[in-house]
């Protein structure tokens, strides 16, 4: 079986900012253009200040997201991801990102996922999970690299664990 979507992510969403925004402002002035690896508060001075602005509305980012799935067998799906962003709004890259993803059911209840991803915001990453289906209730739990495919060459790590119920 194979299934294609395609879907077009925030094409409509803002944020309006309307709860007394401010604006926050940090000045460092430093005494020497070098500091030392020691640095004390008499090299730096520091000054914050905030101001009131006029409320404001931000646009969400958009992003083109294909994806595919097959599943040659019962026990085995096959997915594949191509995320694009469409614009750069709230920080967000236009650099495309690519997934590769499997799950493996060699008991139906005891799904075993491993994923690679290249691209987008987060680099490489290398993602590997695990769950207990058991109709009614399901358990997942998660391992994802961040910009890097290996723990001890990526930039950090996060660890999920998921519960859903069904009625």
């Avoid at 879907?7 to 709860?19: K, M, P, Q, V």
């Avoid at 926050?24 to 640095?39: D, E, K, M, Y």
């Avoid at 075993?112 to 695990?130: K, M, P």
């Amino acid at each position: 079986t194979s299934r294609v979507g395609i879907t077009l992510i925030n094409l409509a969403g803002s944020i309006r900012w309307d709860n007394q925004p401010e604006m926050h402002t940090t000045t460092i002035q430093a005494n020497h253009f070098s500091l030392p690896s020691n640095l004390s508060d008499s090299l730096v001075t520091n000054h914050d200040s905030s101001y009131a602005i006029e409320n404001f509305t931000t646009r969400l980012p958009v992003v083109l997201d294909m994806a595919t799935s097959w599943q040659p067998s019962a026990h085995l799906l096959i997915t594949g991801e191509w995320e694009q962003g469409l614009n750069r709004s709230m920080g967000a890259t236009t650099t495309p990102r690519l997934a590769l993803g499997g799950e493996f059911k060699a008991l139906p209840v005891f799904p075993v996922r491993a994923g690679l991803s290249v691209g987008g915001a987060a680099g490489r990453s290398l993602a590997l999970g695990a769950g207990l289906d058991l109709n009614y209730w399901k358990l997942d739990l998660a391992y994802l690299t961040h910009d890097g495919i290996f723990p001890g060459s990526s930039k950090g790590f996060s660890l999920a664990l998921t519960t859903r119920f069904r009625f």
